[in-house]
């Protein structure tokens, strides 16, 4: 489902108002019983797991329907990155915590910064070990957490909901996209408040969970592959990946130095010795030293080109551009 009503000029004049958290409740498919789990807790511990398991199986042919939709706002994120905005998730209890989770392992995966890909969960950071669920059923806490980013047009910012209904973030999408930000959501019921609230609404409808209404279950699970589709999808097509390497990787610690160090052995058929020279010449940087092996420069010129292809590996190899 994609929307395409333009946004309101202030969130106050909007005619949308988040769900009130007692309507409808049991209405929603992620809050009704799952036939498959009948009768649950008399099962063995075999029966419990290959019950889940079954359920989880369904998960992925959910996420493929929305295929389309997942596609818009990967391109869209990587427009507002390319831009120099931001994306911005936003979500509560299990969804903020898969936000939270994507957001956190981008600057090590593709070296950005904290501030490119960032998250905001209701009831702060101290909700992610330490439920705060009730702060969830507050609009002015919304609007409040995001108007602290101060959204603009050049942002992404994405809601996440497996109901599509919670308060907290439906207000926070509309209030982000009444200041000229683009918005998506990520939710697992179609219809829903927070659908109509973004331009583009990815639903990935997974069914009744195991146990009803624990969406931290399936619901989740197809978050968090979604999450992972569109920032990996996004940095991919910011050219931060070359073939399927992860070329931006952060080498901070052991193992993401050798990480890099056997990216570079693969994408340029050379030694570890080789490679480990390259890097240390490169100042550590893979993006520089595959640039280097790959268009035979040095690292001045490698910097350069990688500086005028905005990063992009691809792009700053196959550069033809003479330097006056």
Known sequence: MVTMTPPQADIKSSNHRPANPATNLHDLMTESPNDASQGFDTKSALE????????????????????????????SV???????????????????????LDACECPPYFSTTPQTVQYI???GPKALASPVEVNEDSEELGQRD???????????????????????????IAYARARGAKTACITCNHDTPLAAAADIAIVADVGPEVISGSTRMKAATAQKMITNMITTGAMTR???????????????????????????????????????????SA???????????????????AVRRLARSDGNVRLAIEDTTMDL
């Open 48 to 75: 419990i797991a290959r019950i889940i398991n079954h359920e989880d199986s369904k998960v992925a042919a959910a996420v493929k329907k929305a295929l389309p939709e997942i596609a818009l706002v990967i391109d």
């Open 78 to 100: 990587a427009r507002s990155l390319r831009e120099g905005g931001r994306l911005i998730y936003i979500g509560a209890g299990s969804s903020g915590r898969i936000a939270s």
């Open 121 to 123: 969960m209701a009831g």
């Open 146 to 172: 995001i108007a602290r980013r101060r959204p603009t047009r050049k942002d992404m910012i994405i809601g996440l909901s497996a109901s599509g209904r919670t308060p907290y973030v439906v207000a926070a």
């Open 238 to 280: 910011l050219g931060y990946v070359y073939e399927n390497l992860m070329v931006n990787v952060h080498m901070q610690n052991s193992k993401l130095v050798e990480r890099g160090i056997g990216i570079l052995m693969r994408a340029c058929h050379i030694g570890r010795d080789k490679a480990v020279d390259v890097i240390k």
């Open 283 to 301: 100042g550590r940087s893979v993006p520089v030293a595959l640039v280097m092996l790959k268009a035979g420069v040095d690292k001045p010129e």
